[in-house]
């Protein structure tokens, strides 16, 4: 073990029932460092961090071969607590939060602190009472690291995924003994303003001696926060570079092995040019109480054909808005889909009147990821429009032929890369997820499709593709798209329109070509001359 790094990952492979998914990995951290890790979706990234944890999905299929150094030694992890005992802490992809607990009883979890009561100063330490005050001034010190204003008290049921995202991230920062930080694609759910409080986190802990291994699909975070960088493709490692030596080009290029084009939908080569100015949805004075995305009496119209695009800091209501017209969240005002009235607080409502919706939360809420394929496209529309069912001798049936069938198709013109129909959700990318997400929601057919973060947690290649099947929804089939983003720039590729939310109200709507000074004053409440774009 070279004494300049704290950990070391020496030739380390691993097979999934016969399919290889890394060979002969190494990769290194030196103490108080921050070395990035990036790949494609299935290019091996998590099932590596899942060893370097201990996770029992690698020892329960069969181990991995290789080597393991950590502060000198070498080391068998065979569980998380293993790792945690060695003081290596993970951020994962999927939440580890319990949704009916506390934040500050989330964040102190397994480490409660306690105080004597009248019972265990006759009966023992085991009869000792959490000590809230303590804990509490614990979670609060940790969320202000990330510059986190919650209250500390608030259940983590029903929070937006990014405070969730922040909120675990709080959990390691608040650990006293930990050595190394694994940040398993820790902004994909954070807006831009979130992810740079998190990288100026990063930049703290490492100053303090923290070592971070930050994984990530946006190349510009890589860059700015990374002192080395590993490139994974296709479980290899393809690339060892200085962030010095790099560009988002050169790591997206080694990431999918071959040239890869920014995301540059421009409206004109896409066909978008004008939905002719019918309203095809009025909302009117709409509030909604979702946590941390609180809507305070919207009135906009969406025009029949066009895709428009909301967009906001985070916390300023922009996710709010659908998840309040589909039912999700408490909602007050009016919804009118061409002169009909849409029933607040009701999703079946909402999808009878034409309305479809993509969550944000694509894995807690989208999907039902111990599913198979074919059954998440074909769930919602079984039970809300009777497709898929047939009748016999009165009695309804599920025709799994058919849900098979179509399926297929979908599979072929969403273009799902997956092993068929009948493939768990949870074995795909999250592109892939996402395609299938698009699917289920496409076998509605509705006629105003809303999307929250299309692109949030997939990679450089998959985020075009999926940017690009929503234009192809729009110009081919004459989908009205309401599209929810943190990223200005995909809004800008291929929105009509763009409407700023900030503080729970509607700002101003945007032309796409409106200057960046425009959009910067209008999502910080400074509304330059208020331009309308109609």
């Not at 951290?29 to 998590?46: C, R, T």
């Not at 997400?437 to 499709?449: G, K, M, N, Q």
Request: aromatic residues 4%; contains cysteine.
């Amino acid at each position: 073990m070279d004494e300049q790094y704290l950990l070391e990952i020496k030739n380390v492979s691993k097979e999934f029932f016969g399919n290889r998914v890394l060979k002969d990995v190494n990769l290194a951290v030196a103490p108080g460092k921050i070395h990035s890790l990036v790949g494609e979706n299935g290019a091996g990234k998590s099932t590596l961090m899942n060893i370097l944890f201990g996770m029992p999905v690698i020892h329960n299929t069969g181990g991995f071969s290789g080597e393991i150094w950590f502060d000198g030694k070498k080391v068998d992890i065979r569980s998380p607590e293993d790792a945690m005992n060695l003081g290596i802490g993970m951020v994962h992809q999927e939440f580890m939060l319990i949704p009916g607990f506390t934040i500050t009883e989330n964040i102190k979890l397994n480490r409660e602190q306690t105080k004597h009561n009248l019972v265990s100063r006759v009966f023992g330490a085991k009869m000792k009472s959490l000590d809230f005050k303590l804990m509490r001034a614990d979670a609060r010190a940790a969320l202000d690291v990330l510059g986190l204003t919650i209250d500390e008290m608030l259940p983590v049921a029903g929070l937006p995924v990014g405070y969730m995202q922040l909120i675990e991230i709080a959990r390691e920062i608040d650990k006293r003994n930990v050595r190394l930080l694994v940040f398993d694609e820790p902004t994909a759910v954070l807006t831009e303003v979130e992810a740079q409080t998190l990288i100026n986190a990063m930049r703290m802990l490492a100053e303090k001696g923290v070592s971070i291994l930050f994984i990530t699909h946006r190349l510009e975070e890589v860059l700015e926060v990374s002192e080395e960088i590993t490139v994974l493709r296709d479980g290899e490692v393809v690339a060892s570079l200085r962030a010095a030596d790099a560009t988002v080009e050169r790591l997206a290029e080694l990431m999918v092995g071959r040239k890869v084009e920014k995301v540059s939908l421009g409206r004109e080569t896409q066909g978008i040019t004008g939905s002719g100015r019918q309203v095809i949805l009025e909302l009117e004075n709409l509030h909604v109480r979702m946590p941390g995305e609180t809507v305070r009496g919207i009135s906009m119209e969406v025009y029949k054909g066009e895709i428009l695009g909301i967009g906001g800091l985070a916390g300023q209501g922009k996710l709010g808005i659908a998840n309040g017209i589909m039912g999700l969240y408490p909602a007050e005002g009016r919804v009118v889909k061409e002169g009909k009235v849409v029933q607040m607080n009701n999703p079946a409502s909402a999808l009878a009147n034409g309305l479809g919706f993509l969550s944000e939360d694509r894995r807690g809420v989208g999907l039902l990821l111990d599913q198979s394929i074919e059954f998440n496209i074909a769930i919602t529309a079984v039970h809300c429009q009777d497709k898929f069912v047939k009748a016999l001798c009165g009695v309804k049936l599920i025709d799994t032929k058919a849900i098979t069938e179509h399926a297929r198709r979908m599979i072929r013109e969403v273009d799902i890369r997956c092993t068929g129909p009948q493939q768990l959700v949870r074995r795909l990318s999250g592109g892939n997820q996402q395609k299938v997400c698009i699917a289920r929601a496409l076998t509605l057919e509705p006629d105003v499709l809303f999307v929250s973060e299309p692109t949030r947690g997939i990679d450089v290649g998959a985020k075009r593709i999926v940017l690009e099947l929503l234009v192809r929804l729009n110009r081919e089939l004459g989908m009205t798209i309401v599209v929810t983003s943190s990223e200005l720039a995909e809004l800008r590729a291929i929105c009509d329109r763009i409407a700023i939310v900030y503080r729970g109200r509607l700002e101003g709507i945007l032309s796409p070509d409106a200057s960046d000074r425009e959009f910067g004053l209008m999502m910080t409440g400074e509304k330059p001359g208020r331009r309308e774009v109609s």
